[in-house]
């Protein structure tokens, strides 16, 4: 069977990357303060005991590099290539006759949305939200298969609100069925492998199966079933889907939601998804990801990264790394300098490749990307603020702009001068970076 999330989780377990949670908590914010806190170890969570569920909770799967390198059997530092490396052939997904999340099947009234444990995160949040769910969906024209990622907040048992919005694949795709004065047919799946979580988070071509890219990335043809009520398919081995429609012409409100930029997004006319079945597992997991925690980000991150590495590349520059972590809006790119002036190319690639960049800083290849601390040093010993700032007014930026304050971008180049490297050279102590701590705390 194909590995599936808590084939995962036991992985992460093994490697010490898990964090299980048994002393009782409040699905409403206490388990999102427990996770906040425990983001920073670097550990994924299971929260076994939730208030008033018999549903264990998992979250932050993604939260850190080390992490996203065991999904892709590399280091920490390879990720982003890793994952270009297996991007570039897709691999179609296979229909298999059944799987882990047929298990259960309950239509109509049986089906319930109370017995699962939706989380409330953030104080102002408007309610319990399903945040880590793959929404699949099929353009009524093309027939062809989309998988996105969408916050659906708790309405009551059979009723959730769905934000969904051009230029969104997905809010293309109701928009159709709309037009036709149809329901969209939409399958969500929640508990998933980290792959069809990642891919459901990667922005392809319009029409591009991103299921194809999960395959890829797996090395090997995701395992889809069909669903139950409506005609779309699901991966085999998750843990939870609900299966139902988008209402036609039907806007409600949904928000506030504490978002990505750690802000609340207000209240907007949303759209509405009425159940019609869930199938899951025997004893299935709930999932739920925190938007703007550092599961969230690393999500987002990795396929901009390859984005922006691939753009650097190729402008001439020898990469060592990206990192868009802890913000996707500003990006960290170690280079082996080779000319003076190269940093500001670096820079304008990036911003090229990714419009959504406000800040590109550019730095050697012994500065560490991945660690803010090691950045901020080197724009403090190694820039020249007279000389090494690429400022671009007015360009593309983040689309969500009401006070229009995230269209001008900044490149910094941080690295030394060329050819000077005999007094940038970083001191070091022989040893430290083999030392085995517990050797001498004993
Ligand atoms: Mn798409």
Redesign the pocket.
Known sequence: MQEDLRMFVDKLERADLLQRITREVDPRFELSAVARAVERLGKAMVFSNVKGYRLPVVTNVFGSRTQLAMIFGTSPEDVVREFMKRSEVRVDPVLVDTGPCKEVVKIGEEADIDRLPLVTHCEKDAGPYVTAGIIVAKDPETGRR???INRMMYKNAHTLACRMMPP???GLIQGKAEAQDRPLEIAVAIGNHPVETLVAA?????????FALAGALRQHPLELVKCETVDLEVPATSEIVLEGEIVPNVREPEGPFGDLMQYYVPIMENHVFRLKAITHRKDPMWQTIQASSLEDVHLLALSREAKVMRAVEQSGAKVRAVSLVPTIMSVVVSIQKQFEGEPKNVAAAAFGAYSWLKYCVVVDHDVDVFDINDVWWAMATRSDVGKGLLQMENALGFPRDEFHIHQSKLGIDATAPLNQWHEFERKRIPGHEALNLQDYLG
Do not use: R
């Open positions: 989309n998988v996105s969104q694949h997905l990667t922005t392809l071509a319009y029409g591009d199966d991103e």
